[in-house]
């Protein structure tokens, strides 16, 4: 197989850290490439190198052999090399249609295009309604479109940054067939990824990168998982993820009840329909389900920023269906959104103003001015393993792991929490950010906090929660302890 790509001794530095060091990779047509390593490892920095986002300080890159300067975007769709984002660039107030025919510089009117994006769709097997506008899809959607505006560009390099990251379990199936399907084309696939099992499933070979330097490539063939996780981690830790929640029993004491809760979408369905649960002191229930089925939904309106249409909400005894976010959290109530760059943090903002912005009358004085207690929000970044140097530094140039690290400090640590709402809290994220998440939910869950866990992650339900809710199409269709849960009956409910 021919190369398609290479990039030698790219150097590259922002001013907090040296985010790549003397990298070397090569891809090869025909192949899928997979790039693996922790979260802040330097993956996507590399990707944006070679999307023409950023420029790199020093090295150079090669197309097909000849040496290329790649500074922007466009310069990059030249050279045949297409991105497929990790975090979709959409515009919200147009349509599926309309942000596609935008993308490619086409005349949405044009109907030789319409042709194009429909027997794509159809040729790769991906589900998407082109009449729906952006703002009323869901995070899985937007990567599906993310994905057909990719495959309509029809480039000789592809590269899917982080692609199953934020889908279901049946969606996940179908972007690693539309990357079987290009590499079967002859296409280079650069598949990046934290998730070794995926590496496995997929790739010919693999590079591992661990604090913006490369540790090696390999064959996938000739390399075990203990070798990436050491490659990725420095030391082996894949038993340090373990089901630690049978460490403590729930009481009897009922913190959450939702009574027959019916919530609308953005276009105003039907979204969630009739769903009764309930969440016990020291107890953790995870709501699973396909992608789209109304878990976002059923969070968001327990956690008071979407309304209720029908149902109650009652929580430590009080109805608080009528209460606002600020209202419950007030009570004790931690909430983490699914979508941490947009609902999570404000990306513009250093990581000190994010850790403060929910409880500014903590820190600020009569007059208005801010008074930082810098000792007490370094300890909350030393706490989950941030340094204290990133004070300062804007959140928009911190790692997805990095920025769900500030956020769990934010609306975790530090404060007297009695219930979390988290959805989907892990998703994106490597091993080691994972298991910061899961010991501290373990943590608390010890002490007697209530967790309800919105997923699509199996394994997470069976290693983490004590009772597993299937939520299908708006509805609870199954309950039971995770002692007596049938996995492949589980896994078969999540395909419909």
Same mark, same amino acid.
């Given at each position: 197989? @021919?190369?398609?790509?290479?990039?030698?001794?790219?150097?590259?530095?922002?001013?907090?850290?040296?985010?790549?060091?003397?990298?070397?990779?090569?891809?090869?047509?025909?192949?899928?490439?997979?790039?693996?390593?922790?979260?802040?490892?330097?993956?996507?920095?590399?990707?944006?190198?070679?999307?023409?986002?950023?420029?790199?300080?020093?090295?150079?890159?090669?197309?097909?052999?000849?040496?290329?300067?790649?500074?922007?975007?466009?310069?990059?769709?030249?050279?045949?090399?297409?991105?497929?984002?990790?975090?979709?660039?959409?515009?919200? @107030?147009?349509?599926?249609?309309?942000?596609?025919?935008?993308?490619?510089?086409?005349?949405?009117?044009?109907?030789?295009?319409?042709?194009?994006?429909?027997?794509?769709?159809?040729?790769?097997?991906?589900?998407?309604?082109?009449?729906?506008?952006?703002?009323?899809?869901?995070?899985?959607?937007?990567?599906?479109?993310?994905?057909?505006?990719?495959?309509?560009?029809?480039?000789?390099?592809?590269?899917?940054?982080?692609?199953?990251?934020?889908?279901?379990?049946?969606?996940?199936?179908?972007?690693?067939?539309?990357?079987?399907?290009?590499?079967?084309?002859?296409?280079?696939?650069?598949?990046?990824?934290?998730?070794?099992?995926?590496?496995?499933?997929?790739?010919?070979?693999?590079?591992?990168?661990?604090?913006?330097?490369?540790?090696?490539?390999?064959?996938?063939?000739?390399?075990?998982?203990?070798?990436?996780?050491?490659?990725?981690?420095?030391?082996?830790?894949?038993?340090?993820?373990?089901?630690?929640?049978?460490?403590?029993?729930?009481?009897?004491?009922?913190?959450?009840?939702?009574?027959?809760?019916?919530?609308?979408?953005?276009?105003?369905?039907?979204?969630?329909?009739?769903?009764?649960?309930?969440?016990?002191?020291?107890?953790?229930?995870?709501?699973?389900?396909?992608?789209?089925?109304?878990?976002?939904?059923?969070?968001?309106?327990?956690?008071?920023?979407?309304?209720?249409?029908?149902?109650?909400?009652?929580?430590?005894?009080?109805?608080?269906?009528?209460?606002?976010?600020?209202?419950?959290?007030?009570?004790?109530?931690?909430?983490?959104?699914?979508?941490?760059?947009?609902?999570?943090?404000?990306?513009?903002?250093?990581?000190?103003?994010?850790?403060?912005?929910?409880?500014?009358?903590?820190?600020?004085?009569?007059?208005?001015?801010?008074?930082?207690?810098?000792?007490?929000?370094?300890?909350?970044?030393?706490?989950?393993?941030?340094?204290?140097?990133?004070?300062?530094?804007?959140?928009?140039?911190?790692?997805?792991?990095?920025?769900?690290?500030?956020?769990?400090?934010?609306?975790?640590?530090?404060?007297?929490?009695?219930?979390?709402?988290?959805?989907?809290?892990?998703?994106?994220?490597?091993?080691?950010?994972?298991?910061?998440?899961?010991?501290?939910?373990? @943590?608390?869950?010890?002490?007697?906090?209530?967790?309800?866990?919105?997923?699509?992650?199996?394994?997470?339900?069976?290693?983490?929660?004590?009772?597993?809710?299937?939520?299908?199409?708006?509805?609870?269709?199954?309950?039971?302890?995770?002692? @007596?849960?049938?996995?492949?009956?589980?896994?078969?409910?999540?395909?419909?």
């Amino acid at each position: 197989m @021919s190369l398609a790509l290479e990039l030698r001794g790219i150097v590259k530095k922002f001013p907090h850290a040296l985010a790549l060091d003397n990298v070397d990779f090569d891809l090869r047509y025909g192949e899928i490439h997979a790039l693996l390593g922790e979260n802040g490892a330097g993956k996507t920095t590399l990707v944006n190198i070679i999307s023409g986002v950023y420029s790199a300080d020093s090295g150079e890159i090669r197309v097909d052999g000849r040496r290329v300067i790649i500074s922007s975007p466009r310069d990059a769709q030249r050279l045949g090399i297409v991105s497929v984002s990790q975090h979709p660039i959409l515009v919200d @107030s147009l349509t599926v249609f309309e942000n596609l025919a935008l993308a490619l510089d086409r005349n949405p009117q044009d109907r030789t295009f319409m042709r194009e994006v429909s027997n794509t769709i159809s040729r790769f097997g991906i589900k998407i309604d082109l009449k729906k506008r952006i703002w009323q899809l869901s995070a899985s959607e937007k990567a599906r479109v993310e994905i057909v505006k990719a495959l309509l560009r029809d480039g000789k390099i592809y590269v899917f940054d982080e692609p199953t990251s934020l889908v279901g379990l049946k969606e996940r199936v179908t972007v690693l067939r539309i990357m079987r399907q290009l590499r079967d084309l002859g296409k280079a696939v650069l598949f990046i990824t934290h998730r070794v099992d995926e590496v496995y499933e997929i790739a010919d070979r693999v590079t591992v990168l661990r604090r913006g330097r490369k540790i090696f490539t390999k064959k996938v063939e000739e390399v075990s998982k203990r070798d990436l996780l050491e490659a990725m981690f420095g030391r082996y830790s894949e038993q340090s993820i373990a089901s630690t929640s049978r460490i403590s029993k729930p009481s009897d004491s009922v913190i959450l009840k939702v009574e027959n809760l019916s919530v609308k979408d953005d276009i105003g369905r039907l979204r969630v329909k009739d769903v009764s649960l309930s969440v016990h002191s020291g107890e953790i229930v995870g709501v699973i389900g396909p992608a789209d089925s109304g878990q976002r939904e059923l969070m968001e309106a327990i956690a008071r920023v979407r309304k209720v249409e029908r149902g109650r909400i009652i929580m430590f005894g009080k109805d608080v269906t009528k209460l606002k976010s600020n209202d419950i959290r007030r009570l004790g109530v931690a909430y983490i959104p699914d979508d941490r760059l947009n609902m999570g943090c404000a990306l513009s903002l250093s990581v000190r103003e994010n850790l403060v912005m929910r409880d500014l009358d903590k820190y600020t004085t009569r007059l208005g001015l801010y008074k930082y207690d810098n000792a007490s929000l370094c300890s909350l970044l030393t706490k989950v393993g941030l340094r204290e140097d990133l004070l300062d530094v804007p959140c928009a140039d911190l790692s997805g792991g990095m920025i769900q690290r500030v956020i769990l400090a934010r609306e975790i640590l530090g404060r007297d929490i009695k219930l979390i709402l988290a959805s989907y809290p892990t998703q994106g994220l490597d091993h080691e950010t994972t298991k910061l998440i899961y010991d501290t939910f373990t @943590s608390l869950k010890g002490c007697g906090c209530g967790i309800l866990l919105a997923t699509e992650d199996v394994d997470e339900v069976l290693k983490l929660c004590d009772r597993i809710l299937v939520m299908v199409n708006g509805r609870t269709i199954y309950e039971a302890d995770r002692d @007596s849960v049938d996995v492949e009956e589980l896994k078969e409910m999540l395909t419909y």
